[in-house]
DNA sequence: GCTCCTGTCTGTTAACTTTCCAGACGATTT
DNA sequence: AAATCGTCTGGAAAGTTAACAGACAGGAGC
């Protein structure tokens, strides 16, 4: 730890106006005098400081009340952009915000089944840009969302990425190039987990993991506050999980040795299914089927708790969270009766009594959580403020909407 | 975030002086100057400050240099006692030491079997107070390292203690009654890896887990340098861990629902070694047997490192540590030969090649820990400190030693 | 071997800067 | 008339730069 002089003073004061400011929209002075602490004198000139260091603008006028009417200050949103990206095999997802997490536009396009899915990308985000009136290169930072976790050493998509194109190059590295921005890649379900902590179920929870069960299992692990990445980005990567199967019908599996994955891949699940008399296409519609079936779809879905309990809690056992989410298709397909099947298997296998609830999905929680993720690392860069999500953010304000 | 007047800086600056000297020992004004980076008047006027406010005592002259002998000074110990107490079913070790984390004394004492464990271990206390000339009531924290994890809800030892005597009460709750003076219980693995942090192998990194295979498999985790303990204390509980058994050779096993706690018991690694046509009477020592005989031997550690690792996969796919350190008796025997063969069939079980190492315990790494632990919740309370060990702390200051 | 000078370091004092606060005052609006 | 906004004035708290007196080691000179 270093001492400070006043100047220091300042520094901290300046940051704690624009976070407020950032967080509560637009405020008068008297309004960010109380969030603050600060005294009115000093509050005036910090704002009239900021304001010619083009930092806040004026931002109308708050009448109502008695007296003059009350000048509004807010973060100037111009000061740097950043774009939001959710891509999956079959599209992509474009968002762009300006630093106060006003949102200026939108653009989805689809991406091209195998070759130029890099050209597809960087048109359609130059499309975006354009209909916000930037080029790329003025984006502060680009955030992607995908499956997959990119390996911090090469760049490379590992842990079996479901992304077809974007495989054996530095990825990260090569949008950079393309889009002359900063770009950072970032596995689909963190930015999920990301979203669940600022507006979803996870807000009063410090520790807790998204799991996603389906054709490739994947999850998020929230530690302290703070997504936690890995080593080599693999944290949560537990698709490879050598679990048994506990799954009371015989399906056939190989007892001693199953992965995670392989027991919740979409052919197993059928597989287990056609033990409990049902058949569909895939896992979602099998366990649809299931919910509207009697007792037998009820067997098969105890069946297919037990199994995800059994990978579920491996990771209680590690991390003993406050909370589990689940997320994904097939746990959206399962609802309420999947849940809390899971959650009563959970507790036979588990001392703690984890709760398991499902996530909160509304939206578009990836690009939504690639957004925060872009705001906090460009407000690290232009304010100084930590990035680390610690106090609970209110949600972006929207453009030009006084509160 | 708040704002601060002129007064926010005082603290900021005195807590930066008082962090430096805890840190550093005995230090003149200068190196004080340099260290927080204040200027002379504001270094001399702050330590007069402090000695007026007697947190921090004169501590000798510095000379050799030329100039005058310049005036050391170093926090004052006598402000606050702590102890740090190993827990053993056989023994209590003791420590008492002041704020400055040196040590005034120790104590052990054997432990009875079965009956009055808790009036021998307030005795032990009492004798360690005694030779420090204080009371019990007097220590400002005690925190206690101990095999299995408190329940926070209740306080009563969980995760299957091998403690003797200290099970169905409030375990902190009936200490903190007897000695009159807050206690805290911590698994003593958890002390291992906070000590390995401070002073072991880990002091480079900040996320590792300790994994202590034994009759009782238990690990610690540290993510972002800070202990996780779990939402109910379980956190690194993995003793309940569902895993195949993935050895050749056949014992019988159930091979779709062993615990990572049962293969590695006593009894099931003595069966695994007799399917080797090894012999001894606990695992500790089949394994040195195993080291001293050839191939057959190393065919047994090739079973065990495989469930040992099967088990450690299971860490690495939720968290992807940058290190994996083994501790405990049987880690400890097998040497550097087990502890190879187990990363070599980590690496064929998951995707980071996340490195394993054998743990440096020399000394007592539980109550070294618990003396840290104990350290920072003094800290915190009497000076403000931040709790969190971020910075790498440099070892506790030898009583009255200059440097 | 002794004395004295010099350079360097310690610790203190004084003057100045930066930052914020308390209170007063005029202007504005209901 | 009452409340509120924005600004102004004087002052308090904290730190910085600069200068000074005193202490001590080391070397020069005898």
Known sequence: MRAGSPRLLREINDRAAIEALLRNGPLTRSELERLI???????????????????????????????????????NGTLAHIAAIDLTPETVDIAIADISGAVLTEHKAPMPVKHGVLEAF?????????????????????????????????????????????????????????????????????????????????????????????????????????????????????????IPDRACADTDTDRSGGTFGELLSNASICKLARAH???????????????????????????????????????????????????????????????????????QLVVPRTPVQLALVTGKPVRSGALHSALAVAREQVFGLPAATTAPFRGPVVAGSPR
Not at 43 to 70: H, I, K, M, S, Y
Not at 181 to 198: C, I, Q, T
Request: with cysteine; net charge negative.
């Open 37 to 75: 602490g600060l005294s009115k004198p000093a509050t005036a000139q910090l704002l009239t400081r900021l304001e010619t260091a083009d930092t806040v603008v004026r931002n109308g006028l708050r009448g109502g009340g008695r007296g003059p009417r009350a000048q509004l200050w807010s973060v």
């Open 122 to 242: 960087v048109s359609a985000v130059g499309k975006a840009c354009g209909q916000a009136g930037l080029q790329p290169d003025q984006l502060l930072h680009v955030v992607v969302g995908c499956p997959g976790a990119v390996n911090p050493a090469n760049g490379e998509l590992a842990y079996a990425p479901h992304l077809p194109g974007w495989n054996g190059f530095d990825m990260p590295g090569r949008l950079r190039e393309q889009l002359a921005a900063p770009v950072s890649v970032e596995n689909d379900v963190n930015l999920v987990a990301l979203e669940e902590m600022v507006a979803g179920r996870a807000t009063e929870v410090r520790d807790f993991v998204v799991i996603w069960p389906a054709d490739l299992v994947g999850a998020a692990v929230v530690i302290n506050g703070v997504l936690l990445r890995g080593a080599s980005g693999g944290a949560g990567e537990i698709d490879g999980l050598m």
């Open 277 to 347: 008399g049902l058949a569909a296409r895939n896992a979602q519609a099998v366990v649809r089927k299931a919910l509207a079936a009697g007792p037998a779809g009820r067997e098969f879905l105890v069946d297919l708790a037990r199994r995800i309990a059994t990978g579920v809690a491996s990771v209680v056992a590690v991390l003993d969270p406050e909370l589990i989410l689940l997320s994904g298709d097939i746990a959206q397909a399962g609802g309420a009766t999947l849940n809390d099947l899971v959650a009563a298997e959970l507790r």
